[in-house]
């Protein structure tokens, strides 16, 4: 039995060649490059679905612009691991960074807080508003 599995991400530019490589857990390529059905949704963004993945596979799906391999992300696959939300299999994890930024203010006084001290974000929000 193999399931289908669907990968969305950014490579950051638009109007690429996108490729994939599958990979085992030693790193060796699994099988030759996929260089077909990968679709580009628009501003950087690619889509791409697998329809049989192997429920035994474990390793690593690479996406990369075929002109240049360095501009990539990658995806654990864990055939073993796989879940299912309403009949779909779900297993990505993310293993590259590249092409996320952080969204959310920063705030080192709360990040560097010690177990114990007073939080209190309402007050802080609050004063904001006021």
Do not use: H
Not at 42 to 70: E, L, Q
């Amino acid at each position: 039995m193999s399931y289908p599995i669907d990968y969305t991400f950014s490579l950051g530019t638009a109007g690429l060649t996108v490729n994939a490589q599958l990979y085992t857990t030693a790193g060796a390529a699994s099988g030759a490059a996929i260089t077909t059905g990968i679709v580009e949704l628009g501003n950087g963004w690619y889509s791409y679905n697998y329809a049989a993945m192997a429920p035994t596979f474990r390793g690593s799906i690479k996406f990369y612009d075929s002109a240049d391999a360095s501009t990539c992300v990658y995806f654990a696959v864990d055939g073993v691991n796989v879940g299912s939300v309403d009949g779909v299999a779900v297993e990505l994890e993310a293993l590259d960074k590249t092409g996320y930024t952080l969204t959310s203010d920063y705030d080192a006084a709360k990040t560097a807080a010690q177990a114990g001290d007073k939080m209190d974000l309402l007050d802080t929000l609050m004063e904001d508003v006021v």
